[in-house]
């Protein structure tokens, strides 16, 4: 039971346009968010995190949006460069839990920006 | 070292073998998580240690399977009788305090074939 989907296997954007990762999920007890991006032969890094009391947080070009209703949340990248080609993983944590770095993650979304 | 360090970086042995993979977590970080990476999947989640104790085994899949942390600093993830479904990336990561989200630091993993 994948409680934590990304949909699109890989996207690919050009430089300096937006990109935009979706992720959505099922159990209803998650109540913060994070993105992590992943270069080749690396460990996630943490990237952005949301609340569930919030809809939108923003840091630099990395926006965040939840949407609870739709149990549904993206990531936009504005403007994307080539450094941001990497694996991107959505990540959710719910109320309860042990700990904030017990985490259930997506499959990930490989983002390409070309040049 | 700076970063989370995992030792081997590859490890290739033979079904029913028993395999060890060392994280040495940042200095001063008091958790310290493991997590498995299959093939096109998100890390998931294994174990989690707060100092010396294990706070949280519920994502270990059977008793194959097993974790130490004897001076709450290096761990130890020790897997007994391989099997080739073990084969993945085995991601360790440590934390401040386990309590801030988004703080997880990983390594880059221990990448886990058994033939």
């Known amino acids: 039971d994948q409680q934590v989907k990304q949909n699109s296997p890989s996207l690919s954007v050009q430089e300096g346009r937006i990109s935009i990762l979706n992720c959505d999920y099922t159990n209803s007890m998650f109540d913060y968010f994070l993105w992590y991006k992943k270069y080749p032969a690396e460990g996630p890094t943490f990237l952005i995190s949301?609340?569930?009391?919030?809809d939108k947080n923003e840091d630099g070009r990395f926006t965040v949006f939840l949407n609870k209703s739709a149990k549904h949340l993206s990531l936009h990248i504005v403007p994307s460069q080539p450094g941001d080609s990497a694996v991107y993983f959505c990540a959710a944590f719910g109320a309860g839990g042990t700990s904030y770095g017990k985490l259930t993650f997506g499959q990930g979304t490989i983002l390409t920006v070309h040049p | 070292g700076a970063g989370v360090s995992q030792t081997p970086s590859n490890k290739v042995t033979e079904k029913g073998k028993y395999v060890e993979l060392r994280c040495d977590p940042i200095s001063g970080h008091t958790a310290l998580y493991w997590y498995r990476q299959s093939l096109g999947q998100g890390p998931e989640f294994l174990i989690y240690f707060q100092g010396t104790g294990a706070a949280d085994d519920s994502g270990l899949p059977n008793d194959r399977f097993f974790a130490v942390r004897p001076e709450g600093s290096v761990s130890t993830l020790k897997i007994q009788r391989t099997e080739r479904g073990d084969s993945a990336v085995y991601l360790c990561?440590?934390?401040?305090?386990?309590?801030?989200?988004?703080?997880?630091?990983f390594g880059e993993g221990s990448r886990l074939t058994v033939l």
């Open positions: 990561a440590s934390s401040l305090s386990g309590q801030i989200a988004g703080e997880l630091f």
């Open positions: 949301i609340s569930s009391i919030k």
